[in-house]
């Protein structure tokens, strides 16, 4: 085969390197999750997907104009049909030293349905 000449069915335009051994990599999916219920040390929100317990996932809360991004301990996760209907996951979450900005809103939040 001549140099620089593709082989029959190669379509790449780009070379292709072959990785040797392990390498690691990450992935970041962002679902939005409808909220069930709130409280100032965690919530309960639905999912289309069943999160791992005992993980540690960020979540970016928003509040009118206010976006808190807050770490959370998936403290448990069940099936249970979404209020659309449709099959999903109830997620049980632990807030993880939330942002002053944040607590005042959820308090807020929760002062306001009482």
Do not use: Y
Not at 28 to 39: I, T, Y
Request: aromatic share 4%.
């Amino acid at each position: 085969m001549a140099v620089g000449s593709k082989r029959l069915g190669d379509r790449r335009v780009r070379p292709r390197f072959e990785i040797v051994g392990q390498l690691w990599g990450s992935l970041e999916a962002v679902q939005p999750l409808h909220l069930r219920n709130l409280g100032r040390d965690g919530a309960l929100v639905e999912s289309s997907v069943a999160l791992p317990v005992d993980t540690v996932q960020r979540l970016s809360l928003t509040f009118d104009t206010d976006v808190c991004d807050v770490q959370a301990r998936i403290c448990h996760v069940r099936p249970a049909a979404s209020i659309a209907g449709e099959p999903g996951f109830l997620v049980g979450l632990e807030f993880l030293g939330l942002p002053p900005v944040a607590r005042q809103q959820i308090d807020r939040l929760v002062g306001a349905a009482a």
